[in-house]
């Protein structure tokens, strides 16, 4: 008996995670039991955030000021962002 289970997607869901799975050199099941075991670890009534980091041409992130942001909080916040989404080639 196998341990795997056949499901069925939409295929432009079946597209999308073929390619993303390829990006992150996963197979198109692991790629999808890792996104199905991450919903299921979270806690009921858990939400979810999606955070995409915002690149220039360069590979630069550019983090805008908040209103009335003073330099010191700004530069930890950018520190922060930095050490977050900053790519590792």
């Known amino acids: 008996m196998s341990n795997l289970a056949r499901i ?6 079946a597209d ?4 993303r799975a390829a990006e992150e050199g996963m197979s198109v099941t692991a790629y999808i039991s ?3 075991r991450r919903s299921f670890e979270r806690a009921p ?3 979810s955030v999606l ?3 915002h690149l220039d041409g360069s590979g630069e992130i550019q983090i805008d000021r908040e ?5 010191e909080s700004f530069k930890q ?9 900053r790519r590792r080639d």
Do not use: C, K
């Not at 209103?67 to 330099?71: A, D, F, L, N």
């Not at 916040?77 to 989404?85: E, G, K």
């Open 67 to 71: 209103p009335g942001e003073s330099e």
């Open 8 to 13: 069925e997607i939409d295929r432009d869901v």
């Open 77 to 85: 916040r950018f520190a922060l962002y930095d050490s977050i989404f």
């Open 51 to 53: 955070a995409y980091d």
């Open 45 to 47: 009534g858990e939400e």
């Open 34 to 36: 890792l996104l199905l």
């Open 16 to 19: 999308v995670a073929a390619r």
